[in-house]
Every structure is written in C-alpha cells, then in structure tokens.
Nanobody
Framework: QVQLVESGGGLVQPGGSLRLSCAAS????????IGWFRQAPGKEREGISCISSSDGPTLYADSVKGRFTISRDKNTVYLQITSLKPEDTAVYYCATDRILRRCYRLDMNYDYWGQGTQVTVSS
C-alpha cells in the first residue's frame, strides 16, 4: 500500500523550531520529487517547498525562504522550520505523484498525500 506519513508537528513558541518528517511506505521515496504544502484555517493550500530526486532543483515559497530547509534521505523527506511565526500555524502535508523526479514549480498536482501534521505557533 502506497502511503505517506508526516510527523514532527506540535505547539511551539514564536521564534522556535521544528523538524517535520515525511516517510513513505510501499515505494522508494528518493526516486521522486516531493512537495511540502500547508493549509491554515480559512485559507487555501499553499505549496511551500519541493525537493527533486538526485541533483534537481529545490524550491521554496517566498514566505518561508531563509527559514525553512528541505532535505531528504532514501526514505524520508525532512522540513526543518526555524524562526517560526504565528502565521506559520497550519496543517503541513507532503505529497508526490510518483512520476516526476524534478520540481518544476511549487503547486504541482500530486496524487499521493499524507494525512498532515499540525504546527501551531503561539506564546
């Protein structure tokens, strides 16, 4: 069964950090481009980062550039998030289509999504 599972979310104070993980089962994750998205209450889903397989491009939304870092190993993609702000509060999702190996843009249409992990930034 093909599955993506996010973890690492939680409640953190402004300025804090978290590391989110996206693990795959049923397929080898490092062959494909993986995107991270987030959706805040009452807002549309936003593509925030994408990592290509091998030496392809890594993309970041302007809203997170310089604060978020995406990385990967064979079976997990990580999103290191730092200098958190209240406006970063959202459910964070990872996704892939198991076809593309390269990130072309942040809002690519993916077929496989995880269940999401909640990040809440509050004092």
């Amino acid at each position: 069964q093909v599955q993506l599972v996010e973890s690492g979310g939680g409640l953190v104070q402004p300025g804090g950090s978290l590391r989110l993980s996206c693990a795959a089962s049923g397929f080898t994750l490092d062959q494909y481009a993986i995107g991270w998205f987030r959706q805040a209450p009452g807002k549309e889903r936003e593509g925030i980062s994408c990592i290509s397989s091998s030496d392809g491009p890594t993309l970041y939304a302007d809203s997170v550039k310089g604060r978020f870092t995406i990385s990967r190993d064979k079976n997990t993609v990580y999103l290191q998030i730092t200098s958190l702000k209240p406006e970063d509060t959202a459910v964070y999702y990872c996704a892939t289509d198991r076809i593309l190996r390269r990130c072309y843009r942040l809002d690519m249409n993916y077929d496989y999504w995880g269940q999401g992990t909640q990040v809440t930034v509050s004092s």
